[in-house]
């Protein structure tokens, strides 16, 4: 064990001490002068008018000077570039000339091939014993080094700013991008469709995702329109490119044959002889033609296992389209799909939705919605009109916050609503 | 949120997965990713238990539907066990409930089989 004790320092170590003092003093400097001349720093020293008194070796060798040409005929900042003259003069001299002294000041100084030193200058006067300003001492240190290193900090940061900033610009691109794109996935606005109403609304639970409903209106021939709304398995790009996939296939299916099943049929046919392999792509749709005519609107609707279409009565009662049966569209190579007919009267009103609205959760416990719970709803508006039923579910969507988890399109359609009475248009 | 673990064992009947947890868009991948590495016997039958599925998104659905086709591709069939209540309400609205052949619990498909093989 090793201790340490306060007792006299034993003579050896003594004669240890002074040995080492003596090498050391041989390889130290052999005078004050040396020291100063010879000093890993530039030093100079200036009358109150700056005129240099004297300079260093190491400092007249940076500035590739002879002293003749310096002492007693150049001035401190004779010696600065017009940048750091500047400087001196506007801060450098007058924070010097109040406070006694400044130090670490970075300047630049002019050096031989008319280069420039990056320096830091620290200044101290000299007082006689009764105050007066007698010289000014400056040192001053090779800066390069450090002035290197900072202006590499000042690189990496504007590179890491212009990254930003890229990134940034990338990302409004992305949305923007994304927003178009979701868009051609609805139509712009519904088609003014003479003798009915439409209205619809689109809620995006996420603007990076690209969400997997759409629906659309559209005329077949001058009596009938077919209109269609349906959802995707799964959200994001690939679900995207289906809906795209979907929402034309619907479109030119129609066209050619319009009863619902078949439309229907012809979509499955699509979906599943593009995804027969790997990992395949599934939507749930209602499609159906209405036929408008004097005072009510035929309805015929299929469903490929999508949520039953509400039927809100002008009476103020509600009751599902129940469409029991219809298959996953683009599961199986033949699927079935079921059909069902209404007819709707003034103040009817025929609602499709997404089970973005029945599946969201709703109350502290975060109960399912359900479509108990929107046929209710339904009932407790008043019955006028398609346009007025999809502002009460938008405001319902609305109250559910964040218990309202996935993409949801509305659509309604009916009869033109007879005028209210009492109110004159 | 609750992540997903599937375990794999092999009954004499074929794979039983037993899948916990929520199958959505995130975790979708990782049954699919599971039934890549299954290899099953033609006549076998798939299991999914589904006791522990606490959430069941469409992409979840799209996952199921990834696995009755590659029990179908291998020649054999597929069950659904103890599917919890909501995912049954879903699968009926989709009209998934008239493909996948469903069962109250995996022990009814092993044992099934096993009597009929």
């Known amino acids: 064990m090793m201790c340490r004790t306060d007792q006299a320092p034993d003579p050896e170590e003594e004669k240890d001490v002074d040995a080492t003092d003596a090498m050391f003093t041989s390889l130290l400097e052999d005078s004050a002068e040396e020291l100063y001349e010879q000093a890993p720093c530039g030093y100079l020293s200036t009358l109150m008018d700056g005129t240099i008194a004297k300079i260093n070796a190491t400092l007249l060798e940076w500035l590739g000077l002879e002293r003749s040409r310096v002492v007693g005929r150049m001035r401190f900042t004779d010696l600065l570039t017009v940048g750091g003259k500047l400087y001196h003069e506007t801060h450098f001299a007058p924070l010097l000339q109040m406070k006694g002294e400044v130090s670490g000041i970075a300047l630049d100084i002019k050096t031989t091939g008319k280069q420039r030193m990056p320096v830091l200058v620290t200044s101290k006067v000299k007082t006689s014993e009764d105050g007066a300003p007698l010289l000014i001492r400056t040192t001053v240190f090779d800066a390069r080094d450090r002035r290197a290193y900072e202006a590499e900090l000042l690189r990496g940061r504007r590179a890491a700013e212009e990254a930003r900033r890229q990134a940034e610009a990338d990302r409004v691109r992305l949305q923007e991008a994304l927003a178009v794109l979701q868009q051609s996935l609805l139509p712009a606005e519904l088609p003014a469709v003479p003798g009915m109403e439409a209205a619809s609304y689109y809620h995006t639970a996420s603007p990076d995702l690209l969400g997997g409903d759409f629906y659309d209106l559209f005329p077949l021939d001058a009596h009938r329109w077919a209109f269609f709304l349906g959802d995707v398995c799964g959200k994001g790009p690939q679900a995207a490119a289906v809906t795209s996939l979907a929402r034309y296939t619907l479109r030119a299916a129609a066209l050619h044959d319009p009863d619902p099943v078949n439309a229907l049929t012809t979509l499955n046919t699509v979906l599943h002889d593009r995804y027969t392999s790997g990992e395949g792509r599934y939507c749930t749709a209602i499609f159906g033609v209405v036929e408008p005519h004097d005072g009510h609107v035929e309805v015929h609707l299929a469903s490929g296992g999508h949520p039953s279409a509400l039927i809100q009565r002008a009476d103020g009662s509600s009751d599902y389209l129940h469409t029991p049966g219809g298959m996953l569209i683009g599961v199986l190579p033949k699927a079935t799909f079921t059909a069902a007919r209404a007819r709707l009267l003034p103040g009817d009103t025929l609602l499709l939705y997404t089970d973005g609205l029945t599946e969201a959760r709703t109350g502290p416990d975060r109960t399912l919605y359900g479509d108990e719970a929107l046929r209710t709803f339904t009932t407790t508006q008043p019955a006028q009109g398609p346009q007025a039923l999809i502002t009460a579910l938008t405001g319902l969507l609305a109250s559910f916050g964040d218990g309202l988890h996935d993409d949801t399109a509305l659509l309604a359609l009916g009869p033109t609503p007879l005028a209210t009475p009492g109110v004159t248009t | ?117």
């Open chain 2, 1 to 117: 949120m609750s992540p997903l673990t599937i375990t794999t064992r092999l009954a004499a009947t074929g794979p039983v997965l037993k899948i916990i947890g929520d199958l959505d868009y995130e975790t979708a991948p990782e049954l699919r990713k599971a039934l890549d590495s299954l290899s099953m016997a033609p006549g076998q039958m798939l299991v999914l238990d589904l006791a522990g599925l606490d959430f069941c998104d469409s992409s979840g659905i799209s996952a199921l539907i990834s696995a009755r086709n590659l029990a179908i591709e291998q020649c054999g069939d597929i069950a659904l066990a103890a599917v919890p209540a909501n995912t049954l309400r879903i699968l009926g609205i989709v009209g998934l409930d008239q493909v996948f052949t469903i069962l109250p619990d995996p022990a009814t498909a092993t044992n099934r089989d096993l009597m009929t093989g």
